[in-house]
């Protein structure tokens, strides 16, 4: 077997299947010649006698006959091991990984992967949640393929689209002090420790950046807790456990039945886009496209 194609089991199982040179040399899209030099090569190589040739034409022998039928297995093999790799590439091609921050993968994520998903052609979701810059860190690395941001800066070397708004709200619960308030200054609000996300969060750089753009860098009070999840924060606002500034999705039930109170800042706008960012160096694989098209639908 060494040094033989797997171009040459071909050409010897076709003239095994179709009876003769001419016939396996127009089944392969190949000159008659050319079939019949390599058949020779093999018989040169393996030292056996594949053909018996005469006046009449050219056929197998019982040996070649018999080469021919072991060349049909191993050919069977190839084909099984091309397939499988072509189903990983497929099974590749179908995996979507979407990284996404967490307002969006909380409150805007779940409603696009139930439209995307009752799509019969529908590829496999990864979806990581986790805070804006580290989303636009795994875009830009390749890990996602696509993410979905909440930060007020365009990322840089990134496109961008936005997709939906969201606002940045100041929520405490009913027994605050604050809950009695119509509304606050940017001062009072700057000069408070606040429960916070860590730094990289879209909504933590929206309030300060809105501050800072108002009162002046450096401005901002430390924060007095930093927790990891919103649910974590509303929680503890809910118990009473300090102020935060959360996403007003994330609050709005919340909000409307009384459980936490909502205080208006004067001024400065807490308005921030929500935005789908992908690397314009990589071309989007169907699946993401069409999770983009569904993100990029009508307003929500």
Same mark, same amino acid.
């Given at each position: 077997?060494? @040094?033989?194609? =797997? ?11 179709? %009876?003769?040179?001419? #016939? ?6 190949? &000159? ?8 020779? $090569? ?14 009449? *034409? ?21 084909? *099984? ?9 497929? +099974? ?21 992967? =139930? ?9 496999? =979701?990864?979806? &990581? ?23 007020? +800066?365009?990322?840089?070397?990134? #496109? ?29 609000? #700057? ?8 730094? @990289?969060? @879209? ?6 950046? $809105?501050?800072?753009? &108002?009162?002046?860098? %450096? ?22 456990? @300090? ?10 039930? +919340? ?15 807490? &308005? ?15 699946? #993401? ?12």
């Amino acid at each position: 077997m060494a @040094g033989t194609s =797997v171009e040459e089991l071909r050409m010897l199982v076709a003239v095994e299947q179709h %009876g003769s040179l001419t #016939a396996a040399a127009q089944s392969l899209g190949v &000159t008659q010649q050319a079939v019949s030099q390599r058949m020779r $090569a093999l018989e040169r190589r393996w030292g056996l006698a594949l053909f018996s040739r005469s006046a009449r *034409g050219t056929a197998l022998t019982d040996q070649g006959v018999m080469v021919a039928g072991w060349a049909a297995a191993v050919l069977g093999q190839v084909d *099984g091991f091309e397939r499988a790799v072509a189903a990983l590439r497929t +099974d590749s091609a179908a995996h979507v990984r979407i990284g996404a921050s967490l307002t969006v993968a909380e409150h805007l994520l779940p409603g696009w992967l =139930v439209a995307y998903a009752s799509e019969s052609d529908a590829a496999q =979701v990864e979806l &990581t949640a986790v805070n804006s810059a580290t989303v636009i860190e795994r875009v830009r690395a390749g890990v996602d393929d696509l993410g979905f941001v909440e930060t007020p +800066d365009p990322p840089a070397r990134l #496109a961008t689209l936005v997709v939906a708004h969201d606002e940045v709200v100041i929520v405490v619960a009913p027994g605050h002090p604050w809950s009695r308030r119509t509304s606050l200054s940017p001062a009072e609000v #700057a000069r408070t420790p606040l429960l916070s996300r860590e730094a @990289g969060s @879209g909504t933590r750089l929206t309030l300060e950046r $809105a501050l800072e753009t &108002t009162l002046g860098p %450096g401005s901002v009070a430390e924060s007095a807790a930093e927790l990891s999840t919103t649910a974590s924060i509303r929680a503890t606002v809910l118990a009473g456990g @300090g102020v935060a500034a959360l996403s007003e999705r994330a609050v709005h039930d +919340d909000v409307a039945a009384g459980r936490l109170i909502r205080v208006p800042i004067e001024g400065p706008s807490l &308005t921030r886009p929500l935005a789908a960012v992908w690397d314009p160096r990589r071309r989007l694989s169907p699946a #993401a496209a069409r999770i983009l098209d569904i993100a990029a639908g009508p307003a929500r």
